[in-house]
């Protein structure tokens, strides 16, 4: 098994993308991030990719006609660098037919949730204003839904009962930084396998 070439997509300050760009570098993770890109030309993911000189790029969506050419310009970029598994991280887009048949079960997302709760935005919010007691995070394989893909992995956070959005946000991302890497693991060893809705892991 070869070192692993990732395309992270990022819309916002990138912590996750650290996570794994950290872990690439220190030899956690058999992988490399070759590219990192933004629907947000502010995004501070952009800033952490220029300082680990990865290569970067602002794709403007507003700048083309449709979510299609949009994305054919993404994938455009991906090929380029030879991506292998595209990473999303807090990347704030639905994905389109053209990503999700150029890379098929090799596209990942983090959701700040024990999916299927609390899809969507402000997953954080709706688990405290929901009362639950338990929340987390899920990495899964993208699908066309809104975080509906097959579950690869989740961690579960207790909810304190004087937690609000911001102090169980906190809490779930530790444990998103670390399942991101370990379910980017299973990939690059080849023990990921979907079958229907189910991830088998060998
Ligand atoms: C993370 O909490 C991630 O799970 C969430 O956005 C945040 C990005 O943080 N993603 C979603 O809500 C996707 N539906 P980061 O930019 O510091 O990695």
Same mark, same amino acid.
């Given at each position: 098994?070869?070192?692993?070439?990732?395309?992270?997509?990022?819309?916002?300050?990138?912590?996750?993308?650290?996570?794994?760009? $950290?872990?690439? #570098? $220190?030899?956690?993770?058999?992988?490399?991030?070759?590219?990192?890109?933004?629907?947000?030309?502010?995004?501070?993911?952009?800033? #952490?990719?220029?300082?680990?000189?990865?290569?970067?790029?602002?794709?403007?969506?507003?700048?083309?006609?449709?979510?299609?050419?949009?994305?054919?310009?993404?994938? $455009?970029?991906?090929?380029? &660098?030879?991506?292998?598994?595209?990473?999303?991280?807090?990347?704030?887009?639905?994905?389109?037919?053209?990503?999700?048949?150029?890379?098929?079960? !090799?596209?990942?997302?983090?959701?700040?949730?024990?999916?299927?709760?609390?899809?969507?935005? &402000?997953?954080?919010?709706?688990?405290?204003?929901?009362?639950?007691?338990?929340?987390?995070?899920?990495?899964?394989?993208?699908? =066309?839904?809104?975080?509906?893909?097959?579950?690869?992995?989740?961690? @579960? @956070?207790?909810?304190? !009962?004087? +937690? +609000?959005?911001?102090?169980?946000?906190?809490? *779930?991302? =530790? !444990?998103?930084?670390?399942?991101?890497?370990?379910?980017? #693991?299973?990939?690059?060893?080849?023990?990921?396998? @979907?079958?229907?809705?189910? @991830?088998? *892991?060998?």
């Amino acid at each position: 098994m070869g070192v692993l070439k990732i395309g992270v997509l990022a819309s916002g300050r990138g912590t996750n993308l650290q996570a794994i760009i $950290d872990a690439a #570098r $220190d030899g956690r993770l058999q992988a490399r991030v070759v590219v990192v890109i933004s629907d947000k030309e502010q995004a501070y993911a952009l800033q #952490r990719a220029a300082k680990a000189g990865i290569p970067h790029f602002f794709i403007n969506p507003g700048a083309y006609p449709s979510k299609d050419s949009y994305e054919r310009v993404i994938v $455009d970029i991906l090929r380029q &660098h030879e991506v292998e598994l595209v990473c999303l991280a807090g990347y704030m887009r639905i994905v389109g037919p053209v990503m999700l048949e150029t890379f098929p079960n !090799q596209m990942m997302n983090i959701h700040p949730s024990l999916l299927p709760s609390f899809p969507g935005l &402000h997953a954080q919010r709706q688990a405290v204003e929901y009362g639950v007691r338990f929340s987390g995070c899920t990495v899964h394989f993208v699908d =066309e839904g809104v975080d509906t893909g097959p579950i690869i992995l989740q961690a @579960v @956070v207790p909810v304190q !009962q004087d +937690d +609000d959005e911001e102090s169980l946000a906190a809490r *779930i991302l =530790e !444990q998103e930084h670390r399942i991101y890497i370990e379910a980017i #693991r299973l990939f690059q060893e080849g023990r990921l396998m @979907v079958e229907g809705r189910r @991830v088998i *892991i060998n």
